[in-house]
């Protein structure tokens, strides 16, 4: 089943075209990869899907509904959330309130857990963030700011979460625990996934699908063996060690 879907999503800020008539989807219950070179429009095609301003031109549906035209706060409740390439927690909060606010503000009545506090605290236990709890997030480390980014995302309870470069920064243990983090969202919450990556060796071991950008187009789309023997992403993206 299509979760959701993009046809012919094009963005202009001005002179310069971000997105240029991209289709795209993300089936429910897949990883999906999304790569390419900086600039090729990887996160302004998340900022599209999440309501951070509407695409140009072009449809994007969620669970067959068109989304564009809503805000990123009705784009929540609807069930898509996202993390940030740079985390952007409330810095002077606490893990625990940082959470608990996605949690009160990102749910709707319907959404909502029946037992708020036990739910985060059950969050917070599965991305290892149970004794920073009553920490500020200005304290915590690079690995624990892209948990914390996970778990505000989690407490939205999505159905699909939009992951922008989790594992940038991460040494090999802690990219490890990124990818086991990421294979449960799917495998225990049930929840679909669609990441940017640069990480070349994660995402491909990660990855269903991957789709790839290059100047705001699409170039390419499939497994991820058959990815990394494509000329055109091998002579935008990948270079000669793929070839």
């Known amino acids: 089943m299509r979760l959701t879907e993009g046809v012919g999503v094009t963005k202009r800020f001005g002179g310069l075209v971000a997105l240029s008539s991209v289709d795209f989807f993300v089936d429910e219950g897949e990883i999906a990869g999304l790569i390419g070179p900086n600039g090729a429009g990887k ?35 609807l069930g898509i959330t996202r993390t940030f390439q740079t985390p952007k927690p409330f810095p002077s909060m606490t893990v625990y309130e940082n959470i608990s606010a996605a949690a009160r503000f990102g749910c709707t009545q319907e959404k909502s857990f ?53 594992m940038a920064g991460l040494n090999p243990s802690e990219t490890a625990s990124m990818i086991k983090i990421i294979r449960e ?35 390419a789309e499939g497994e991820p063996e058959d990815i990394v023997k494509n000329p055109r992403v091998i002579e935008a993206y990948l270079g000669e060690a793929y070839a």
């Open 43 to 77: 996160t302004t095609l998340f900022n599209v899907i999440s309501g951070t301003f509407p695409p140009t031109k072009g449809t994007i549906k969620f669970e067959g509904k068109n989304i564009v035209g809503l805000g990123a706060d009705k784009i929540c409740k």
């Open 185 to 219: 969202l799917r495998d225990e919450e049930g929840i679909t996934v669609f990441m940017i990556e640069h990480n070349m060796r994660a995402i491909m071991e990660i990855s269903h699908r991957i789709l790839v950008l290059h100047q705001g187009a699409k170039i």
């Open 114 to 166: 029946p037992d708020v506090g036990k739910e985060l605290n059950r969050i917070l236990e599965k991305v290892g963030l149970t004794e920073k709890s009553m920490t500020r997030a200005s304290g915590l480390s690079v690995f624990e700011l892209r948990m914390l980014e996970v778990a505000r995302a989690l407490s939205t309870k999505p159905k699909l979460i939009l992951l922008d470069e989790v």
